[in-house]
């Protein structure tokens, strides 16, 4: 089954009923192709096979995460569709949450289907719910307007053939959301994707926290950036981590330098697509990298609070971002308004 699977959480119950009348839950893979990706899948070997990351995954290291996936593309032909879904549903409920899933995760004890997908069922579980105000506080949505994308002109979402001119469907969304157990206790995850944005692009972006203002951050030197680790899940997959080094010469001056890796780089061979992989996987009965009934259905009851909300409020017209642009001054309050910044991809 490809997503979407549902589009609130009662007509994913209906679905899942209805396919759970003829078939057993252990032959039904809900497929989320994001979870095929190198990147994504090398999410767990990251974090559970390097000592040197593991003890630092928590609250007491990391300030904040940034999980921003940006398309390029406009609408397309895709009207009929996408009136009906939004950014929301057509990106955070499946892809992103599940990213989100990947790098908050408790360690399984062992790689079984089951016990990998209980883990990521345990974070859905701890998303604090975003209901009445918080709505508007934790949120923010938007369409494009009109604006070039690579020379290209590209005219404002509610122009497009198919599109409803006083449509109010989100064609951009940021989020702060919290995971709330032990490990995540006051990490915001700050979550933004959109359309005709200026490129292609998913990135996972983990800030370790500032170090302390003494020897090298002391005044009046300027601060320094704090310690990065990029997951480039595309157009290109790797990953870098960013740390702070002494620039050549006799003083003690220091600047941030980047450790890459590529997988084509690393590895001279190309990534399988991510569908080739879930199909093989498939075929093989490994169910580890698909969604189970439970965890779909919990994504979409977090998801559903919020698309209340928008309902509540009864928006006549949503704020724009010129095509080409990475969102609306909205998105950028969202973070700023805990002095933060957006990465720049």
């Not at 396919?19 to 190198?38: A, C, T």
């Not at 000592?51 to 609408?75: C, G, M, R």
């Not at 105000?133 to 923010?140: A, G, H, L, R, S």
């Amino acid at each position: 089954m490809e997503k979407p699977i549902g589009r609130d959480l009662e007509s994913a119950k209906n679905i899942n009923t209805t396919i759970g009348r003829v078939f057993d839950e252990s032959q039904i893979y809900r497929i989320d192709h994001y979870l095929g990706k190198e990147t994504v899948q090398n999410i767990m070997v990251l974090r559970f096979a390097n000592s040197i990351f593991e003890p630092l995954w928590n609250h007491k290291y990391i300030d904040h995460v940034q999980i921003t996936v940006s398309e390029a593309e406009t609408l397309g032909t895709r009207a009929s569709y996408y009136e009906e879904a939004g950014a929301l549903r057509d990106m955070v409920q499946n892809h992103i949450l599940q990213l989100l899933c990947l790098i908050a995760m408790e360690p399984p004890y062992s790689l079984d289907p089951d016990v990998v997908r209980n883990a990521r069922m345990d974070v859905l579980r701890g998303l604090r719910p975003i209901r009445g105000k918080e709505v508007e506080q934790m949120t923010v949505r938007a369409q494009y307007a009109h604006g070039r994308i690579k020379d290209k002109e590209v005219p404002g979402y509610r122009r497009e053939e198919g599109v409803r001119p006083d449509s109010t469907t989100e064609t951009f969304v940021a989020l702060k959301v919290f995971v709330e157990n032990w490990r995540w206790a006051g990490v915001p995850f700050y979550i933004r994707t959109g359309k005709a944005m200026p490129k292609r692009a998913s990135e996972i972006a983990v800030q370790f926290k500032d170090i302390p203002q003494i020897l090298f951050n002391a005044p009046p030197h300027p601060s320094q950036a704090p310690n990065l680790l990029t997951l480039q899940i595309q157009p290109e997959e790797g990953m870098a981590l960013r740390i702070i080094s002494k620039t050549p010469g006799s003083k003690a001056q220091t600047h941030p330098v980047e450790m890459d890796f590529k997988y084509g780089d690393a590895f001279h061979v190309p990534s399988p697509e991510a569908y080739e992989r879930l199909l093989l996987d498939v075929m093989a009965g490994d169910a580890s990298l698909f969604m189970r009934r439970d965890a779909v259905e919990a994504s979409w009851s977090w998801v559903t609070d919020i698309l209340q909300g928008w309902a509540t409020y009864k928006t006549k017209w949503l704020p724009e971002y010129p095509s080409g642009g990475w969102g609306p001054i909205e998105a950028e309050r969202l973070i700023e308004s805990d002095n933060r910044k957006w990465r720049s991809l």
